[in-house]
C-alpha cells in the first residue's frame, strides 16, 4: 500500500509540473507573432502585406497548414486550407459537439468580427471569413480535404452545422472619409 | 501541510519561470503537449 501512495504522490508532482509547463507555453505563444503549431499566438506582424491582384489561391493545396489570425481578438491559429476553383477556404470541425465548442473559439468570435489576416509562405493577406453553409462547391471542396488531410467529412456535414467552412474572401474595407467632404 | 503549500507554489513558479524565459523549452513542451493530445485522440 505504500509504494501506491508514493507513486500517487509522485504522479501529482508530475501532472502538476507538467500542466503549468503546458498552460505556461500556451500563455506565453500568445505575446508571439503567431501561433507555433498547437497553441494560438498573438497577431501577425512579420512579412509583407500583399496588395495586388486576387492570387488563384490553388498553390495551397501544396501547403498543410496557413495562419489565421482575427481582428477581434488579435489572436492567431494555424488552420487546415484547401482551394477550390481559385478560391481560399479554411474550416472548423466538432462544431456539433460540447468539446468542439470550448475547443473551437475562432468560428463563434468570427461571426461577430469576420476580418482576418492570413500568412502563407510569410506573406500576409488582408481577408474576411464568409461561411459557407451550403451549395455545390462544398463537394469539391470535401472531396479535396478527404485526400489531403487525414480526415472524413462530407457536405452533409457541413449543411448540417458539424463543420463551419469559410471562404476567406477580399476584404471590402469601409470607404475612409475623405477629409472635408460632407457624408 | 502548510509546507507542501509552499513547496507546490515553489514548483509552480520555478516551472513557469523555466518555461518562460529559458529559449527552446516552451517548444518541447508544446511538442509533448501536441504527443499526448494525440495518443488521447487515437
Known amino acids: 500500500m505504500l509504494w501506491f501512495k508514493r507513486l500517487s504522490v509522485v504522479g501529482f508532482w508530475l501532472v502538476l509540473v507538467l500542466s503549468v509547463a503546458v498552460i505556461t507555453a500556451a500563455v506565453k505563444q500568445r505575446f508571439e507573432d503567431g501561433p507555433n503549431r498547437v497553441f494560438s499566438g498573438g497577431a501577425l506582424i512579420q512579412g509583407a502585406l500583399y496588395q495586388g491582384r486576387e492570387p488563384d489561391w490553388s498553390f495551397v493545396n501544396e501547403i498543410a497548414t496557413i495562419e489565421l489570425q482575427l481582428l477581434q481578438p488579435e489572436q492567431s491559429r494555424r488552420v487546415w486550407v484547401a482551394s477550390v476553383s481559385g478560391r481560399l477556404f479554411v474550416w472548423s470541425g466538432y462544431m456539433n459537439s460540447f468539446m468542439g465548442k470550448l475547443w473551437k473559439q475562432w468560428p463563434l468570435q468570427a461571426e461577430r468580427d469576420n476580418r482576418a489576416v492570413v500568412r502563407i509562405d510569410g506573406k500576409r493577406y488582408k481577408r474576411q471569413l464568409v461561411r459557407v453553409r451550403e451549395g455545390a462547391v462544398l463537394d469539391d471542396l470535401t472531396a479535396i480535404i478527404n485526400e489531403k488531410y487525414p480526415s472524413r467529412t462530407s457536405r452533409a456535414a457541413v449543411e448540417s452545422g458539424a463543420v463551419w467552412v469559410y471562404e476567406l474572401a477580399p476584404r471590402s474595407e469601409p470607404t475612409e472619409m475623405v477629409q472635408g467632404a460632407r457624408p | ?42
Open chain 2, 1 to 42: 501541510m502548510k509546507r507542501r503549500s509552499v513547496l507546490g507554489l515553489g514548483v509552480i513558479v520555478f516551472t513557469s519561470a523555466m518555461v518562460w524565459f529559458v529559449p527552446g523549452i516552451d517548444d518541447g513542451v508544446e511538442s509533448v503537449f501536441q504527443l499526448l493530445v494525440l495518443l488521447v485522440s487515437r
